[in-house]
């Protein structure tokens, strides 16, 4: 009811009170239906910003089946779901409960559009994750470098203290073999970045040799201050990628400091500089290496460097660290596949209370 009308109907209202009364009454009301307004605005801008945070969070790791009928890795949802039950078949009790943990959070996640970890974690995760928040309030910032702890870090723009590295520490508490591993055995480190795993390896392993491989020339240099800062030893730290070939291949540079291999598309945020690639097998047999642990963070490219490892993996049986969260395939696929390989591994899954619910996720292989 607008003003004027209420101007109308206040013509047949005689009494000077309840004339007055009425328009009282009205006013009153127009200024609480025009709060009623505002107020949906503001939810409506408010579920506006909250969907662009998901959006911007959620979707390039999503493991959604959506995401693998999109990438052409399943036709239907029949499909998704023997790929799930293959990714289950023949995990021990613990295992199967640190997957379906997984999964259920994933299938939640859609139906929320945000991730509330309040809203998903038990009170023991709750704390879990509030040490992931409580780090970036730890990190000391000087002149030349960032710290965490003990742990130094090159200042640069492209260095980071990553908290699933730091504080989940990449899962190897979780390890059962970990202890057994032989000190001649070295660790290879897929994915090296600035050498941030390598400080966490060095504090599991002091007496092993780590091989760090990182393609990406400026964040390689900023690993290079790593080791100087920390005063790293008995360290290899190789400018190439690992994968299926020994070749020149164009990489793909993420500006916030990723990187994989090419594929046919380039996101928008990245560039591309050429890098060495070298299957690991061919490196392994060149130096004669004995393999005690294989870490991989290769941004999606997982199965090509699996597949140039493959004989390493056959013949040595080491422990696999594998991250699967960056494609349907990794996820799905990866564990099946080296089940079929009929090696004696046996699985689990780590994912840490980072504050999301599908990023970081380790598949965990061990013969015992």
């Known amino acids: 009811m607008n003003r004027g009308l209420t101007k109308f109907l206040s013509l047949f209202i005689f009494d000077k009170e309840k004339k007055q009364a009425f328009r009282i009454k009205h006013d009153a009301i127009e200024r609480l239906r025009q709060r009623l307004s505002n107020e949906r605005g503001r939810i409506n801008a408010l579920e506006y910003n909250l969907g662009m945070l998901a959006f911007k969070v959620l979707p390039h790791i999503s493991v959604d089946y959506l995401h693998g009928l999109n990438a052409n890795q399943v036709s239907n949802l029949e499909e998704h779901k023997q790929n799930v039950e293959a990714l289950k078949a023949n995990l021990e009790e613990e295992s199967l409960y640190n997957l379906n943990k997984i999964l259920n ?32 309030y730890e990190i000391q ?19 980071h203290f990553y908290s699933n590295v730091f504080v989940d520490q990449n899962g190897l508490q979780v390890l059962k073999t970990l202890e057994k591993m032989e000190e001649n055995a070295v660790i290879i480190d897929g994915g090296g970045y600035v050498l ?3 400080l966490i390896f060095r504090e599991f392993c002091p007496h092993n040799k780590i091989i760090s491989f990182e393609p990406v020339k400026d964040i390689y240099a900023l690993g290079q201050k790593t080791i100087q800062l920390n005063n790293l030893h008995n360290i290899v730290y190789e400018n190439m990628a690992l994968g299926d070939r020994n070749s020149e291949q164009a990489i793909e540079v993420r500006e916030y400091g990723g990187s994989t291999l090419c594929t046919n598309k380039v996101n928008g945020d990245a560039s591309t500089q050429q890098c060495k690639t070298v299957c690991l097998d061919d490196y392994v047999k060149k130096y004669n290496l004995k393999v005690g642990l294989i870490k991989t963070d290769v941004e999606g490219f997982e199965q090509q ?11 040595q049986k080491p422990i696999l660290l594998i991250s699967i969260y960056h494609n349907y395939h990794d996820f799905y696929k990866i564990k099946p596949w080296l089940e079929s390989l009929n090696l004696g591994y046996k699985f689990n899954f780590f994912k840490g209370c980072d504050g999301h619910p599908s990023a970081e996720i380790l598949l965990i292989g061990e013969v015992y």
């Open 196 to 198: 941030d795993s390598a």
């Open 141 to 159: 910032d000087y002149d030349e470098y960032i710290q965490y702890k003990n742990f130094k870090l090159p200042k640069s723009p492209r260095a």
């Open 305 to 315: 460097l699996l597949d140039g490892a493959i004989n390493t993996i056959k013949e």
């Open 105 to 136: 959070t994933i299938e939640k996640i859609k139906y929320s559009k945000i991730f509330l970890p309040e809203n998903f974690y038990t009170e023991e995760e709750f704390q879990a994750y509030k040490a992931h928040v409580d780090m970036e």
